[in-house]
């Protein structure tokens, strides 16, 4: 449907790199960040015509008939090598887009029960035990560019890996993540609307 489809479309398009515009903008300012997303965006939009472009010089789908897919038409005019090839490329860019959004999708979970009276938890292995984290407070200046705004921050070894939010998300995911593309659409949209949208839908995706 065409709901899914713009959901999948927005979701590709945003990534959960997303998530971090504010803080780039208040660190780099707005005419350079401005200027960059301008002209990725430019780049980006120039590719995409490019690529629908080769698509279309497809025998027989010039008018866009067939369904083909993104390493197909180099299988077609570059041979099987350059088909693999970028299949292996193609996944190992969707699997870092996953592990960056299923990580900052954990994040936000852990900040959003963090900075509530339950507060987050965390497995230290090195300790074997589990830490607790709260911070009722409004932020100040200072604690945001010392991190101590952030659940586990103070964690510089990384013995925290296992924390409440990536346990929340595991459970919610996994079996979204089961069902059928055309099935998880409907669980698309409806996560667009979620406060945690970006990281979500990258994950489902």
Known sequence: GKVGSYAIAVNALAGPGILQLPSTYQQSGIIPTTFALIVVGLVSALCCMHTANVVSKVPGNSNFDKVVEFSDPYRIFWGRRAYYGTQIIFYLCT???NIAAIVDTAQIVDSFFGHSAMGTWGYAFDEKEWTH?????????????SGDCLPFYADEYGNIVLTLGYVITTLV????????LKVRQSWIV???CSPFGTGFLTEVR
């Open 95 to 97: 699997l870092c887009v």
């Open 173 to 180: 995911f996994v079996p979204i993540c089961l069902l059928d």
């Open 133 to 145: 984290w709260i911070h009722q407070e409004p932020c100040s200046k200072d604690e945001v560019e």
């Open 190 to 192: 409806g996560l667009s």
